[in-house]
T-cell receptor, first 112, second 110 residues
Framework: DTGVSQDPRHKITKRGQNVTFRCDPISEHNRLYWYRQTLGQGPEFLTYFQNEAQLEKSRLLSDRFSAERPKGSFSTLEIQRTEQGDSAMYLC??????????FGSGTRLTVV | QKEVEQDPGPLSVPEGAIVSLNCTYSNSAFQYFMWYRQYSRKGPELLMYTYSSGNKEDGRFTAQVDKSSKYISLFIRDSQPSDSATYLCAMSAEDDKIIFGKGTRLHILP
C-alpha cells in the first residue's frame, strides 16, 4: 500500500484552459475527499464521495468544478475555464469510515 | 462566523517548552475532533483524533475536547525543533464531511 497518490504534482496552465487531476486512494478506503488549500489557509472542503456516490459538493464551488469517482476507485477533479483565482494546492484524502483521513501530497495548480 | 476558528500564529517557543494549540467551533453537532500536522509543501498527516469529550494521550501529545465550551486543545510536551510545522484542527459531525481550521504555524527555537 503506497498511500494516497495524486497526479500530476504540479500543473501550470493558461487562463481559460481546462485541467483534470487524478487521485488514487488507499485501496480499501470507501471515502474520498477533495480539498483546496491556499497559502496560509487550512484545507477548504470541495466535495466528497462514499464509494461512487458523491455525497456533498461545497456551495462555494462554482459549476466550473466537477468531480467523479467511477466504480468507487480513483477520482478525478476537473476545472473548466480556469481563472487565476483557481491557483491553489488541490488535496485528495481517503478514509475507511468517517475519520483518520489520509492525505496525498497534493497537486499544485498555477494559472497564468 | 466560521464553523472552526484557529489562531494562525506564528507561535514561537523555545525547545523543551510545552506547546498549547487551540481551536473553537460553533457547530454543536461535531462529534469527531482531529489534529493534523502539515510540513511545508506536504499533505496534512493525522496526529490524533478523539470522539466526543475527554482527553487522549499519545507520547508527547495530548488532545483535549471540551464540548460544553466548544473548545479543543493540543498539548505538545518537551517540544523539539522537528515539531516545527503547521498544526490543523479538524472536526466532523456524525457521518459527515471533515472541516478544517486555518492552521497554526509553530516554530520551535533550538
Amino acid at each position: 500500500d503506497t498511500g494516497v497518490s495524486q497526479d500530476p504534482r504540479h500543473k501550470i496552465t493558461k487562463r481559460g484552459q481546462n485541467v483534470t487531476f487524478r487521485c488514487d486512494p488507499i485501496s480499501e478506503h470507501n471515502r474520498l475527499y477533495w480539498y483546496r488549500q491556499t497559502l496560509g489557509q487550512g484545507p477548504e472542503f470541495l466535495t466528497y464521495f462514499q464509494n461512487e456516490a458523491q455525497l456533498e459538493k461545497s456551495r462555494l464551488l462554482s459549476d466550473r468544478f466537477s468531480a467523479e469517482r467511477p466504480k468507487g476507485s480513483f477520482s478525478t477533479l476537473e476545472i473548466q475555464r480556469t481563472e487565476q483565482g483557481d491557483s491553489a494546492m488541490y488535496l485528495c484524502a481517503s478514509s475507511l469510515g468517517q475519520v483518520t483521513a489520509t492525505f496525498g501530497s497534493g497537486t499544485r495548480l498555477t494559472v497564468v | 462566523q466560521k464553523e472552526v476558528e484557529q489562531d494562525p500564529g506564528p507561535l514561537s517557543v523555545p525547545e523543551g517548552a510545552i506547546v498549547s494549540l487551540n481551536c473553537t467551533y460553533s457547530n454543536s453537532a461535531f462529534q469527531y475532533f482531529m489534529w493534523y500536522r502539515q510540513y511545508s509543501r506536504k499533505g496534512p498527516e493525522l496526529l490524533m483524533y478523539t470522539y466526543s469529550s475527554g482527553n487522549k494521550e499519545d507520547g508527547r501529545f495530548t488532545a483535549q475536547v471540551d464540548k460544553s465550551s466548544k473548545y479543543i486543545s493540543l498539548f505538545i510536551r518537551d517540544s523539539q525543533p522537528s515539531d516545527s510545522a503547521t498544526y490543523l484542527c479538524a472536526m466532523s459531525a456524525e457521518d459527515d464531511k471533515i472541516i478544517f481550521g486555518k492552521g497554526t504555524r509553530l516554530h520551535i527555537l533550538p
